[in-house]
């Protein structure tokens, strides 16, 4: 009761409804809320942590930057959905808000199109070089399978795409990366595609803020080859998988297109299926699958690459002495 009595008490100000409705579009930061309020920094910040210590809200530290969202379990949760759904749409200060948070994302997305401009004209070569995107989505669908999911965890997300890949076919999914500007084109992709249990986190894959098996999908979409250690990523990736959990991972075969390296910051230059099924054993993984997915090339001396995709299933006892090492 006291409790209860405490959360209705943190929701009761107008303002802290206004902010209940703005977060209720999405993850936001304190800056981007003062500037929606337009009221101060000090008193937006004393009004989020009375949500925030109440449960209705949460706050995820990333880098310099805090983002705000709304709980997304317990209490805090069901009080806050209860309480927008009484929401009047044609409210005139929450409607003027939400024109003033257009605005801010209006901002937020040209912000990171710049940056993302940058990073295509790489990308795009690179995916000139094998099979369409299309096709390789389609197969790892089909690799893993027609179950639903209950918790996904996508390892570098970068825009967030296997988050819109496999969203609708999980309950609740979540992509880390290091790049804080991929991660704001990750939410910016989430949120324009309506995926509202999906959500991005910083993390650094080495070291992931999770307790031991949690996530009963876990995807790593072409980031093994940039990584020093390969291998490490991995097991740590299978520390957090649940128990019978699926992994899916999509790299390239070994190539000889060293300009990769030079160009592209890539340092693996491939895996081959011995390497990588022995990591994947070692880790504590079973049912290893491989499959590859060959460009349509007519010049056999072209330039080109190879994907392969890896799947395995975590054991459902205890893993092997090396992953729990
Ligand atoms: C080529 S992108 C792939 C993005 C996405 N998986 C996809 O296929 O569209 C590689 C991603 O790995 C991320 N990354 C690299 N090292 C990382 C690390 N140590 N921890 C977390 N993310 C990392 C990069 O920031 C980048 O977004």
Same mark, same amino acid.
């Given at each position: 009761?006291?409790?209860?009595?405490?959360?209705?008490?943190?929701?009761?100000?107008?303002?802290?409804?206004?902010?209940?409705?703005?977060?209720?579009?999405?993850?936001?930061?304190?800056?981007?809320?003062?500037?929606?309020?337009?009221?101060?920094?000090?008193?937006?910040?004393?009004?989020?942590?009375?949500?925030?210590?109440?449960?209705?809200?949460?706050?995820?530290?990333?880098?310099?930057?805090?983002?705000?969202?709304?709980?997304?379990?317990?209490?805090?949760?069901?009080?806050?959905?209860?309480?927008?759904?009484?929401?009047?749409?044609?409210?005139?200060?929450?409607?003027?808000?939400?024109?003033?948070?257009?605005?801010?994302?209006?901002?937020?997305?040209?912000?990171? @199109?710049?940056?993302?401009?940058?990073?295509?004209?790489?990308?795009?070569?690179?995916?000139?070089? #094998?099979?369409?995107?299309?096709?390789?989505?389609?197969?790892?669908?089909?690799?893993?399978?027609?179950?639903?999911?209950?918790?996904?965890?996508?390892?570098?997300?970068?825009?967030?795409?296997?988050?819109?890949?496999?969203?609708?076919?999980?309950?609740?999914?979540?992509?880390?990366?290091?790049?804080?500007?991929?991660?704001?084109?990750?939410?910016? @992709?989430?949120?324009?595609?309506?995926?509202?249990?999906?959500?991005?986190?910083?993390?650094?894959?080495? @070291?992931?803020?999770?307790?031991?098996?949690?996530?009963?999908?876990?995807?790593? #979409?072409?980031?093994?080859?940039?990584?020093?250690?390969?291998?490490?990523?991995?097991?740590?990736?299978?520390?957090?998988?649940?128990?019978?959990?699926?992994?899916?991972?999509?790299?390239?075969?070994? #190539?000889?297109?060293?300009?990769?390296?030079?160009?592209?910051?890539?340092?693996?230059?491939?895996?081959?299926?011995?390497?990588?099924?022995?990591?994947?054993?070692?880790?504590?993984?079973? @049912?290893?699958?491989?499959?590859?997915?060959?460009?349509?090339?007519?010049?056999?001396?072209?330039?080109?690459?190879?994907?392969?995709?890896?799947?395995?299933?975590?054991?459902?006892?205890?893993?092997?002495?090396?992953?729990?090492?």
């Amino acid at each position: 009761m006291e409790q209860l009595v405490t959360a209705l008490r943190a929701i009761g100000e107008p303002t802290r409804l206004r902010i209940l409705s703005l977060l209720s579009r999405g993850e936001l930061t304190v800056s981007e809320l003062v500037s929606v309020l337009g009221q101060s920094q000090p008193r937006v910040s004393r009004h989020i942590k009375l949500l925030a210590s109440a449960g209705i809200i949460e706050r995820l530290p990333e880098g310099t930057w805090v983002f705000y969202r709304l709980a997304d379990h317990g209490r805090g949760q069901k009080i806050a959905q209860s309480v927008i759904s009484l929401f009047d749409d044609t409210d005139r200060v929450m409607a003027r808000d939400l024109e003033r948070l257009e605005a801010v994302k209006h901002a937020r997305t040209n912000a990171a @199109n710049a940056y993302f401009a940058e990073v295509a004209k790489d990308w795009a070569h690179i995916r000139s070089l #094998h099979l369409s995107e299309n096709s390789v989505e389609a197969a790892l669908r089909e690799a893993a399978g027609k179950q639903r999911f209950k918790s996904m965890l996508d390892i570098g997300t970068g825009t967030g795409r296997m988050l819109e890949v496999f969203g609708q076919h999980t309950e609740r999914a979540l992509g880390i990366d290091l790049s804080h500007e991929m991660l704001n084109l990750a939410r910016l @992709n989430i949120e324009k595609a309506g995926l509202e249990n999906c959500s991005v986190r910083h993390s650094d894959l080495y @070291n992931l803020p999770f307790e031991d098996d949690k996530f009963d999908l876990v995807c790593i #979409h072409q980031v093994l080859h940039y990584l020093d250690e390969p291998r490490t990523a991995l097991r740590e990736a299978v520390r957090v998988m649940a128990p019978g959990g699926l992994i899916t991972i999509v790299d390239f075969a070994p #190539h000889q297109l060293e300009f990769l390296r030079e160009q592209h910051a890539h340092r693996r230059l491939g895996f081959t299926d011995a390497e990588m099924e022995n990591w994947m054993q070692m880790s504590g993984l079973k @049912n290893i699958t491989h499959r590859a997915l060959r460009p349509d090339i007519q010049d056999a001396s072209a330039n080109h690459l190879t994907v392969k995709i890896w799947t395995g299933e975590r054991h459902s006892t205890t893993a092997t002495a090396e992953a729990r090492a």
